[in-house]
Nanobody
């Protein structure tokens, strides 16, 4: 009955911006670290970024740092990933996740969304 639902994925052009959103049902985001991961075809799942339960601390992969921003709206129980200056290498299925442990490893997250696909054309 716990469900995370991502939305906002679509096909964009290189240099575009895109906002992905994750809505939580059955859990409250402010009790969890919330993270975004992505997986491109033929690649492993890659950590993108996370935000702690207080919303005070964020962490980003080097590949997206200074381009992507994670934010939480605790009143709406949602989490957003704002992606700027998108590059073809950003194309992937993006997943949101929530967990008590957090960190950059998938094992730190108990709950996962179904993913939303982002494609980036040159």
């Amino acid at each position: 009955q716990v469900q995370l639902v991502e939305s906002g994925g679509r096909s964009v052009r290189s240099g575009d911006s895109l906002r992905l959103s994750c809505a939580a049902f059955g859990i409250t985001f402010n009790f969890y670290t919330v993270a975004w991961f992505r997986q491109a075809p033929g690649k492993g799942r890659e950590f993108v970024g996370s935000i702690d339960r207080s919303g005070r601390y964020t962490s980003y992969a080097d590949s997206v740092k200074d381009r992507f921003t994670i934010s939480g709206d605790y009143d709406k129980n949602t989490n957003d990933l704002l992606m700027n200056s998108l590059k073809p290498e950003d194309a992937a299925v993006y997943y949101c996740a929530a967990g008590h442990v957090g960190g950059q490893m998938i094992g730190g997250y108990q709950f996962w969304g179904q993913g939303t696909q982002v494609t980036v054309s040159s």
